[in-house]
């Protein structure tokens, strides 16, 4: 049973940066591990996805501005947020997938555990 908690939301203005970290409770193992994001009124949105070995894979949307990482020793992923945007502002879910291998479905069905999520809202 793995139990994720996200931290480093927050309020951030247009072009700013964050970084968003996942800590787990238990070990990652080797399964890939993401990032969701879900709008008031919109479906869950992927956002990246890293595998056990460190490749990484990213939503249309983030390409070129976020950057999904992760250290096993400490059982924490992050997310460094640049250049953000309004369009970021949604509540950001870390979570553990079921392979170690990339989720290229890019589907919330591809993970088994999930964070509460943290808040982050991109406004002037």
């Known amino acids: 049973q793995v139990r994720l908690v996200e931290s480093g939301g927050g309020l951030a203005q247009p072009g700013g940066s964050l970084r968003l970290s996942c800590a787990a409770f238990e070990s990652f193992a080797s399964n890939a591990m993401g990032w969701f994001r879900q709008a008031p009124g919109k479906e869950r949105e992927f956002v990246a996805a890293i595998s056990w070995v460190g490749n990484t894979l990213y939503g249309a949307s983030v390409k070129g501005r976020f950057t999904i990482s992760r250290d096993n020793a400490k059982n924490t992923l992050y997310l460094q947020m640049n250049d953000l945007k309004p369009e970021d502002t949604a509540l950001y879910y870390c979570?553990?997938?079921?392979?170690?291998?990339?989720?290229?479905?890019?589907?919330?069905?591809?993970?088994?555990?999930w964070g509460q999520g943290t808040q982050v809202t991109v406004s002037s």
């Open positions: 979570a553990k997938g079921k392979v170690a291998r990339l989720p290229e479905k890019r589907s919330p069905d591809e993970y088994e555990y």
